[in-house]
């Protein structure tokens, strides 16, 4: 499924099959998480360095060719994140923080992704995923337990947690931060009873209205939804030294605030992609928790009804593609 142009319908193409340059492995896809940021990148939100492209960044994958100087043998089971190539050499690599690396590329965006049913991939960025989770499970872990997973990581030790907006990235994080010994609690729209009802299922303390306040003050607070208002109602929500961490790669514009809302040693940070050190202790986590996955699934012809459900908020969990 490829995207020739932005804010334009995903459409169906046959591709010759891919080779794998040095350093490289060709895969074969199993499954491949839709992501927020996909719509991001299909709407023309976020953009990258080429068009067109195969979007696509949680990819559970089979490896059919190791090019030369890639260690993957024929035949394991891999899963390729967003961040797709780092230079190595940037101030950033080198001081351990390549997902800031000033020349990334990014599957899905300046490399063709997983909506297909072969793929090339950086075999440095080629992730061995943990035996105790099927292909269809183990792709949401890719990015929205990837980063959800460094979020959490950026709120410390905070022990009352808000998650706004309860999609499959908050679904993840809801059991890790629970195993964590960490009171979550959920802010969806003020309407939207069944994700209130599947936050609670998953071990939320509370459910509500993501505009209105907590039902007590919170030491940290995650933003997964793409919606600048909530940033100034976070900081409303958490207490003084509190932290509000922003999750996503696009937002709409946050309106103005009173200072005071930040006042109190307040901390309003973003999130910028993952660096392989995440996704070692994310999955080495993951089954530990043990984390469970719910997903919906879609053929890879309907990647746009994906696209549109995940739009609507009108799945519970995360939706992958089934080539």
Not at 119 to 137: C, I, N, T, Y
């Amino acid at each position: 499924m490829v995207l020739d142009e932005p804010d334009r319908p995903l459409a169906p193409r046959d591709l010759p099959d891919p080779e794998p340059s040095a350093g490289e492995v060709l895969v074969e896809v199993h499954a491949c998480g839709v992501c927020r940021t996909d719509l991001h990148i299909r709407d023309g939100e976020v953009r990258g360095s080429r068009l067109p492209v195969v979007p696509g960044h949680q990819i559970v994958a089979t490896v059919l060719e190791a090019g030369d100087g890639a260690e993957h043998a024929p035949g394991s089971r891999v899963g390729i994140p967003w961040l797709g190539w780092t230079d190595g050499t940037c101030r950033f690599c080198r001081s351990g923080r390549e997902n800031l690396c000033e020349h990334a590329q990014f599957t899905g965006l300046d490399r063709d992704g997983g909506y297909a049913t072969r793929a090339v991939a950086d075999a440095r960025f080629a992730l061995p995923l943990p035996s105790g989770f099927g292909d269809l499970e183990a792709a949401p872990l890719l990015c929205a337990g990837l980063i959800g997973h460094r979020a959490l990581r950026m709120t410390g030790d905070a022990k009352r947690l808000g998650l706004y907006g309860f999609g499959s990235s908050a679904h993840i994080i809801c059991q890790v931060a629970r195993y964590q010994g960490r009171r979550v609690f959920a802010f969806t729209r003020a309407d939207d009873i069944a994700s209130q009802a599947f936050a609670l299922e998953l071990g939320c303390e509370w459910a509500g209205d993501a505009m209105g306040p907590p039902p007590e003050e919170l030491d940290a607070a995650i933003i997964f939804a793409p919606v600048g208002p909530l940033v100034p109602a976070a900081l409303r929500a958490v207490g003084r030294g509190g932290v509000v961490v922003c999750a996503g790669i696009h937002m709409s514009d946050i309106p103005s605030f009173p200072y005071a809302d930040l006042w109190g040693e307040r901390v309003l940070r973003s999130v910028a992609n993952l660096t392989r050190d995440d996704a070692r202790e994310f999955l080495d986590l993951a089954p530990r928790v043990p984390v469970r996955t719910h997903v919906t699934t879609f053929a890879l012809e309907e990647a746009e009804q994906a696209l549109d459900a995940v739009r609507n908020g009108s799945l519970e969990g995360s939706a992958v593609l089934i080539p």
